[in-house]
T-cell receptor
Framework: DVKVTQSSRYLVKRTGEKVFLECVQD?????MFWYRQDPGLGLRLIYF???????EKGDIPEGYSVSREKKERFSLILESASTNQTSMYLC??????????????FGPGTRLTVL | SQQGEEDPQALSIQEGENATMNCSYK?????LQWYRQNSGRGLVHLIL?????REKHSGRLRVTLDTSKKSSSLLITASRAADTASYFC????????????FGPGTRLSVLP
């Protein structure tokens, strides 16, 4: 059974803090994605990675960075959290293989509140 | 930029009724997928339809695709309270189709 896990379901941080969101997949997939989800806006792609130590900016990378040191782990970093980064963060990973992918496997999400 | 747009934004029906949600998109696609999200959870893949297909079935789900109108519909027949969720369409994007673009979703409430 494929599995994508995220380190926290709920997180509360203060403005200016450095925040780490962790995502782990056990499917040996090469590609991993970070999205944020806001009401009325759907999912927006922040960053994705197609291999270890490789990363690509998505549609809204500003204020975020990522780290992929190991194949199974993809971290999203908020260098200095701001209130407008309060959101639901979703990690996803499609099966390896040819694009376009047939589906993405999602983690349960982390609801981040920045005070 | 947002590719998929679901319609309606919210839908409320009685158990046993059919629910239809629509998705429109802007650019050409290779495939279109539908996902379900239960409240506060991650998304779960429901069904994929390729650009050369017009209709696809999976259990109580029926998906149609009209590439000339750049639209798709998801029909859930004989709905159940457990179908209460948000439903999203997603289209492949990026230069190589390596990304997905999701619409804002349709919130479906099935009343017992």
């Amino acid at each position: 059974d494929v599995k994508v896990t995220q380190s926290s379901r709920y997180l509360v941080k203060r403005t200016g803090e450095k925040v780490f969101l962790e995502c782990v997949q056990d499917m040996d997939h090469e590609n991993m994605f970070w999205y944020r989800q806001d009401p009325g806006l759907g999912l927006r792609l922040i960053y994705f990675s197609y291999d270890v130590k490789m990363k690509e900016k998505g549609d809204i990378p500003e204020g975020y960075s990522v780290s992929r040191e190991k194949k199974e782990r993809f971290s999203l970093i908020l260098e200095s959290a701001s209130t407008n980064q309060t959101s639901m963060y979703l990690c996803a990973s499609p099966p390896s293989g040819r694009v376009p992918y047939n589906e993405q496997f999602f983690g349960p999400g982390t609801r981040l509140t920045v005070l | 930029s947002q590719q998929g747009e679901e319609d309606p934004q919210a839908l409320s029906i009685q158990e046993g009724e059919n629910a239809t949600m629509n998705c429109s998109y802007k650019t050409s696609i290779n495939n279109l997928q539908w996902y379900r999200q239960n409240s506060g959870r991650g998304l779960v893949h429901l069904i994929l339809i390729r650009s050369n297909e017009r209709e696809k079935h999976s259990g109580r789900l029926r998906v149609t695709l009209d590439t000339s109108k750049k639209s798709s519909s998801l029909l859930i027949t004989a709905s159940r309270a457990a179908d209460t969720a948000s439903y999203f369409c997603a289209t492949d994007a990026g230069n190589y189709g390596q990304n997905f673009v999701f619409g804002p979703g349709t919130r479906l409430s099935v009343l017992p």
